[in-house]
């Protein structure tokens, strides 16, 4: 479906072996990417990783 989607506007959907799709660190690293962008920075000393989080749990203090 997604292939028919991206053709019809012109685009490509490229996909990878199911054994490299277990964990989500792409999204993890866009979402500091956005973060970082729109100004927030965390010294490394008080950064945390908490794996329990639910995604509607989670403060986004980068939307603008």
Known sequence: ????MARERGG????TDERFC???G???AQA????YRMGSVTPLS???CT????TDQV???WRA
Do not use: C, K, P, Y
């Open 1 to 4: 479906m997604m292939g028919i």
């Open 12 to 15: 490509n959907v490229f996909a």
């Open 22 to 24: 277990i964990d989500n």
């Open 26 to 28: 792409i999204m993890i």
């Open 32 to 35: 500091g990417l956005l973060s």
């Open 46 to 48: 008080e950064t945390s």
């Open 51 to 54: 794996q329990r989080f639910r």
């Open 59 to 61: 403060h986004v203090a």
